[in-house]
T-cell receptor, first 118, second 111 residues
Framework: DTEVTQTPKHLVMGMTNKKSLKCEQHMGHRAMYWYKQKAKKPPELMFVYSYEKLSINESVPSRFSPECPNSSLLNLHLHALQPEDSALYLC?????????????????FGPGTRLTVT | GIQVEQSPPDLILQEGANSTLRCNFSDSVNNLQWFHQNPWGQLINLFYIPSGTKQNGRLSATTVATERYSLLYISSSQTTDSGVYFCAVDILTGGGNKLTFGTGTQLKVEL
């Protein structure tokens, strides 16, 4: 099973709201990722969690706050977003080929959450 | 950072035609993936191909890492092949593979 699930599928929120995006995988993968994709553009990496620790933050504004409660779950907490943050938010996961070696297998993506900020 | 360019940016095919999509990258990479993004936004894994050639049905891919390019071949195209095709290169890090996506090829297959 190579499934990554994301909820909700669609989200509309105001600029003063607080909301969360959720991502789950049951493939035993130890790295999880958040990407942002604007219309007609490629996905751009936001965060990487490796073994439940934040390992890469691509200079993302603090109004986006990631959280990895356990090895299967990844959340993205949203607060005080701007209309330009409207986008498709994609979650992905991958497995390390050889423990501790830093070589990772292919990434598998969830279906995404389409976020609109009004 | 690394640059990943895809060509052509847009492609229209008649059903049954063949095509070749190209991905050029500007630096050495750890690995390379090809994805198909359907109209609903789902990224579907096509190939995980650091080097050599792989085939899966009507699709095949070749990566020549030493020359920094990869090719995706689509044969006997079908309307369901429509969507955006991305290559993504993997730069080695200790904290997970950091994928940088190419600019994409928008494919439309018509009857």
């Amino acid at each position: 099973d190579t499934e990554v699930t994301q909820t909700p599928k669609h989200l509309v929120m105001g600029m003063t709201n607080k909301k969360s995006l959720k991502c789950e995988q049951h493939m035993g993968h130890r790295a999880m990722y958040w990407y942002k994709q604007k219309a007609k553009k490629p996905p751009e990496l936001m965060f990487v969690y490796s073994y439940e620790k934040l390992s890469i933050n691509e200079s993302v504004p603090s109004r986006f706050s990631p959280e990895c409660p356990n090895s299967s779950l990844l959340n993205l907490h949203l607060h005080a977003l701007q209309p330009e943050d409207s986008a498709l938010y994609l979650c992905a996961s991958s497995q390390e080929i050889s423990a501790g070696q830093g070589f990772w297998e292919e990434q598998y993506f969830g279906p995404g959450t389409r976020l609109t900020v009004t | 950072g690394i640059q990943v360019e895809q060509s052509p940016p847009d492609l229209i095919l008649q059903e049954g035609a063949n095509s070749t999509l190209r991905c050029n990258f500007s630096d050495s990479v750890n690995n390379l993936q090809w994805f198909h993004q359907n109209p609903w936004g789902q990224l579907i894994n096509l190939f995980y191909i650091p080097s050599g050639t792989k085939q899966n049905g009507r699709l095949s891919a070749t990566t020549v890492a030493t020359e920094r390019y990869s090719l995706l071949y689509i044969s006997s195209s079908q309307t369901t092949d429509s969507g955006v095709y991305f290559c993504a290169v993997d730069i080695l890090t200790g904290g997970g593979n950091k994928l940088t996506f190419g600019t994409g090829t928008q494919l439309k297959v018509e009857l």
